[in-house]
């Protein structure tokens, strides 16, 4: 399954199947973005962050990519687990001073 | 480590009120960030700290908000006096200045009726 930028807010996907969230940010300039995830009741989780010098970077069972030119990032969840079902934030850092802009949040259903 | 601690978790009360949220951020951290957490805005920043000096204060609401830092392991945002439109969660984090990313507390979820 697939969701685009901050328009379809909503993602349901096969448990077993491969997710991918996608986020459009808004400055060219910033420098570092993060993925967090926010359970019901929970506050948001660090999940896996990429700097601006950098295309991709992975994790355990999750991969970001960046794309700079058109101000696109991506989240790709392997092998999607009811546990992963939850809201997925994108956030970027404009200006270098630990403050996130975060994007409105992507819901995240696995289906058994 | 414990994380990010909030009290308290749920807070219900009557527009006129005042109400005071708390935070303790992680052990060493040096930076903390009040956010406000709701399904029409999403999650905004409201001001955020560094070394216990309020550096940003651009996204606090209006008057009736406040913030303090009195010292490294504790803040409160204050809410005088309180209004149903400021029902919502309210996240506090903490950065520990060494590397970018915030760590969560678990929110207060604040109704006002």
């Known amino acids: 399954g697939e969701s685009v930028g901050l328009h379809l807010p909503t993602l349901s996907v096969q448990e077993g199947d491969n997710s991918i969230i996608n986020c459009a940010y808004s400055?060219?300039?910033?420098?570092?973005f993060i993925w967090y995830k926010q359970e019901s009741g929970k506050g948001p989780q660090f999940i896996i962050d990429i700097r601006s010098n950098m295309d991709k970077r992975q994790g355990q069972r999750v991969t970001v990519l960046l794309n700079k030119t058109v101000k696109h990032l991506s989240l790709q969840i392997a092998a999607t687990q009811p546990g992963d079902s939850a809201v997925y934030f994108c956030?970027?850092?404009?200006?270098?001073?630990?403050?996130?802009?975060f994007g409105a949040g992507t819901t995240v259903t696995v289906r058994a | 480590d414990a994380g990010v601690i909030q009290s308290p978790r749920h807070e219900v009360t009557e527009m006129g009120q005042e109400v005071t949220l708390r935070c303790k951020p992680i052990?060493?951290?040096?930076?903390l960030f009040w956010y406000r957490q709701t399904m029409m805005r999403g999650l905004e920043l409201l001001i955020y700290f560094n070394n216990n000096v309020p550096i940003d204060d651009s996204g606090m609401p209006e008057d009736r908000f406040s913030a303090k830092m009195p010292n490294a392991s504790f803040s409160t945002l204050k809410i005088q006096p309180s209004e149903p439109r400021d029902s919502a969660v309210y996240f506090c984090?903490?950065?520990?200045?060494?590397?970018?990313?915030?760590?969560f507390g678990p929110g207060t979820r604040l109704t006002v009726l």
């Open positions: 956030a970027e850092e404009p200006s270098n001073d630990y403050k996130l802009s």
């Open positions: 052990s060493g951290h040096n930076s």
């Open positions: 984090a903490s950065n520990s200045g060494r590397a970018n990313e915030q760590f």
């Open positions: 400055n060219s300039a910033s420098d570092y």
